[in-house]
Structure formats: structure tokens, C-alpha cells
């Protein structure tokens, strides 16, 4: 059976894969559309930096959110030591912070990925 699953891999990888035929483009053409393309970049250039921006301040959120997950061990820890001391309560904060808000924080931060890509603007 090992073998039959390597050949059927072997054989899709063949199907599926297209080489790719590069053209080239005359000198000529590159030289009428250069300024054109130029004109394109400067007036693009503005929505490239806040998309830029935004996306960048998304990660930041994905980032903050996955060090948030740390607050589990913590509050674990925090219920172990704090209970016979009648202090769990802190610990149980903790755990639910790191094991249910930081995940889901995390979920909708990364689906939102492609909003902040396009620049626009989400409270959240």
C-alpha cells in the first residue's frame, strides 16, 4: 500500500505541475510604459503606506493577543498555589483570559487580516 500511495502522489505532483514559459518584453514597450508606470506608482503610493500601516498594526494585535495566551500557565499556576490560601480567584481570571479570550482574540484578529490589508479602519 505504501507504494501505491507514493505512485499516486508521484503521478499527481507530475499532472499538477506547470512549467512555467517566461516571455520577454521588447525595450521598446518598456521604455513607452515606464513614465506611465511611474505615474501609477505615485499616485498608488499614498494607499500602499496605509495599507502598509494598517496591516502592520494587525500583526501587532495578532502578537499581543498571542502573548496573552501566557496567562493560562500563569493562572494555573496562580490556582495551584492559591488554592488551600483561598486566593484562586486571581488564578481563574487568569486562566480564562489566556485560555479562552487570547485564542479567540487571536481567531478574529487573523480573519481580519485581510480587512487591515486593505487600509480600512477596525475597532475592535
Do not use: W
Request: with cysteine; glycine share 8%.
Amino acid at each position: 500500500m505504501n507504494k501505491s500511495v507514493m505512485v499516486v502522489l508521484a503521478v499527481s505532483c507530475m499532472m499538477f505541475a506547470v512549467p512555467y514559459k517566461a516571455r520577454a518584453i521588447d525595450p521598446i514597450t518598456m521604455a513607452i510604459l515606464a513614465p506611465v508606470a511611474l505615474k501609477v506608482a505615485e499616485a498608488a503610493k499614498p494607499f500602499v503606506i496605509r495599507s502598509l500601516v494598517s496591516t502592520g498594526k494587525g500583526i501587532l494585535q495578532i502578537g499581543k493577543a498571542a502573548f496573552e495566551v501566557l496567562y493560562l500557565p500563569l493562572g494555573l499556576g496562580e490556582l495551584t498555589i492559591g488554592l488551600p490560601f483561598n486566593k484562586a480567584r486571581k488564578g481563574l481570571k487568569h486562566v480564562i483570559r489566556g485560555g479562552v479570550i487570547a485564542p479567540a482574540k487571536i481567531v478574529v484578529n487573523v480573519l481580519l487580516l485581510p480587512i487591515y490589508m486593505t487600509g480600512a479602519k477596525v475597532n475592535i
